[in-house]
């Protein structure tokens, strides 16, 4: 118990850290004018558990628009953060339009760390996919909650879309953190919920699957007790099958991918491919998900393909697949079998 208890202690010490930038963050917000979102994590810890502290901390998420993006990583940075990595590839957009384009329609989100606040992650929009979680973060956030955290009012998903987000990051990533998981039951007991009204939602916003995935993997795992309406949802969807086996082969797969061969690589992303659009509700879903696996930022540089040619990088895109896994082979010392 001894080191189980000082991890306790630890996660104790981040849950209240926690709590103090959320709470900075509303004020350097404030004086900004910039609208901001949190989400996940410690509002949902602060919501939901009888004790934040009992919820692992690890980064901090916040949504703010497009066009207020420049402002608050200027704010960011005025108070300590620095950016871990630049996901946007500057040296990359700065080739052409296409370049640029592409990578800003790929990407959604950057990390900073600060040695006082520690991990935040600043995300322009909510989802990798428009059409499989169509709902605006700026509409979330007008008929959004407003919760207390040290006498400090931060605005929050309502019970919802809360709700309907968990489920789609759950299942966009395979349920690859069991903490993801365990926060449904505690969502799903706080409240009588309208069932016809959050399974149409679900289907307005384009995350019907994910939902009932989601709830079927907590009546499975967690013991949640669905009503009717949701047992008979989840036994209609033949999906479900497919999507607990591709999760389950997840959850028993290696951890160190990076490690692997090349031919158990390819695997690995066409199950991740494949759960993605077993979870689509309508084609053109699917069709955005597979046109993200057709290209990835990494064979951008691989070779230099100029601007106005920029098409040609899907169709060398089994090429610059194969060098890449070189070259990470040759890092790691992996076989290539």
């Known amino acids: 118990m001894g080191p189980l208890l000082e991890e306790s202690r630890r996660n104790a010490v981040k849950a209240l850290r926690a709590q103090r930038t959320h709470v900075l963050l509303a004020r350097w917000f404030a004086a900004a004018a910039i609208d901001w979102l949190p989400f996940k994590g410690m509002t949902t810890a602060l919501r939901y558990y009888h004790d934040a502290s009992t919820r692992q901390v690890n980064d901090l998420d916040i949504w703010v628009s497009a066009g207020s993006r420049s402002l608050a990583q ?56 428009p059409f499989q979680f169509k709902l605006a973060p700026e509409s979330i956030l007008a008929d959004g909650d407003t919760i207390e955290i040290g006498g400090t009012g931060v605005r929050v998903m309502n019970d919802i879309d809360l709700l309907l987000y968990l489920c ?75 999507a607990r086996r591709l999760v389950g082969q997840n959850w028993d797969g290696p951890a160190a991918v990076k490690s692997l061969p090349f031919a158990k690589v390819v695997l690995l992303v066409l199950q991740e491919l494949m759960l993605k659009v077993v979870l689509t509700n309508t084609l053109r879903a699917a069709l955005h998900q597979i046109r993200r696996y057709l290209l990835s930022p990494n064979d951008l540089r691989v070779m230099r393909i100029p601007d106005r040619w920029f098409g040609l990088y899907y169709l060398m895109r089994p090429f610059t697949f194969l060098v890449s896994r070189v070259k990470m082979a040759l890092s790691f010392g992996a076989p290539l079998r």
């Open 168 to 242: 789609e990051h759950g299942g966009r990533h395979g349920w690859s953190r069991m903490k993801w998981l365990a926060d449904l039951p505690h969502v799903l007991n706080d409240r009588v919920w309208d069932w016809p009204k959050l399974l149409s939602r679900a289907r307005q916003a384009g995350c019907y699957q994910s939902l009932i995935f989601g709830l079927a993997l907590s009546q499975d795992l967690l013991g949640w007790c669905p009503p009717r309406q949701v047992r008979e949802a989840i036994a209609s969807s033949f999906r479900l099958r497919i």
């Open 74 to 129: 200027a704010t960011l940075r005025d108070h300590g953060f620095r950016v871990l990595d630049t996901n946007i590839c500057s040296d990359l957009a700065a080739r052409g339009t296409r370049h640029s384009e592409y990578l800003s329609n790929y990407y959604h989100e950057e990390q900073y760390y600060s040695p006082e606040f520690g991990l935040l992650e600043l995300h322009w929009r909510l989802a990798d996919n």
